[in-house]
């Protein structure tokens, strides 16, 4: 089947531990993209990517870092400078820049 | 910056009924995009239906079409004969052709179906 799958589905961390959530794509999609969630809200873009070894910093980029090292993997790591990482993490991925972003099934991250 | 607002935080219907949702959002932009996402308990995000603003004609998918009035920056969602699995949350969300892929996200509406 193609689609977009995300892994754990829940992930508890402890306060001052880097964690990484995986994103990956059988779409063959250039652009990724991972988004936020936080309780009754809308989605906040972290990080986008529009071609392997490329990326860019959305609006809330700050204590989070990706890498893009392959078409179909755009992985996000938390680190211990995110001030309140507990939130619904959601990747996207998107044939190029100016077509829809379909979605993964997102990552529920709580820190302990 | 782009904005999108939603003025209906929770909304309900009756099965089979019609519900429109509303969106408005403001840009300087003339090319863009326009989406609503529905996000069910599951909580993974499902396209509904797209509208690219050089068309004038509205989109539709199946049950589901919208109201596009360019010129008054409105973009709003008519859901026909409401079904119990139409209840989730939905979205609004806008893209600016210009910007590349930055999507920016209304506050959502809390749509529920009642049998």
């Known amino acids: 089947d193609g689609g977009i799958t995300q892994s754990p589905k829940y992930l508890f961390r402890k306060e001052g531990q880097n964690v990484t959530l995986s994103c990956e794509q059988n779409?063959?999609?250039?652009?990724m993209y991972w988004y936020r969630q936080d309780p009754g809200q809308g989605l906040r873009l972290i990080y986008y990517?529009?071609?392997?070894?490329?990326?860019q910093k959305g609006d809330i980029a700050e204590g989070y870092s990706v890498s893009r090292e392959k078409k179909e993997s755009f992985p996000l790591t938390v680190t211990s400078a995110q001030k309140n990482p507990t939130a619904f993490y959601l990747c996207?991925?998107?044939?190029?820049?100016?077509?829809?972003?379909?979605f993964g099934p997102g990552t529920r991250l709580t820190v302990l | 910056a782009q904005t999108v607002t939603q003025s209906q935080p929770e909304m309900s219907v009756q099965e089979a009924e019609t519900v429109t949702l509303s969106c408005t959002y403001d840009?300087?932009?003339?090319?863009?995009?326009l989406f609503w996402y529905k996000q069910p308990p599951s909580r993974q995000m499902i396209l509904v239906i797209r509208?690219?603003?050089?068309?004038?004609q509205n989109a539709t998918e199946n049950r589901f079409s919208v109201n596009f009035q360019k010129a008054a920056k409105s973009f709003s969602l008519k859901i026909s004969d409401s079904q119990l699995g139409d209840t989730a949350m939905y979205f609004c969300?806008?893209?600016?052709?210009?910007?590349?892929?930055?999507?920016?996200f209304g506050g959502g509406t809390r749509l529920m179906v009642k049998p």
């Open positions: 509208q690219e603003a050089y068309k004038q």
């Open positions: 996207a991925s998107s044939i190029d820049q100016t077509d829809t972003q379909y």
């Open positions: 990517s529009q071609i392997v070894n490329d990326f």
């Open positions: 969300a806008f893209m600016d052709n210009n910007a590349g892929n930055m999507l920016t």
């Open positions: 840009t300087s932009e003339n090319n863009y995009y």
């Open positions: 779409l063959n999609h250039d652009a």
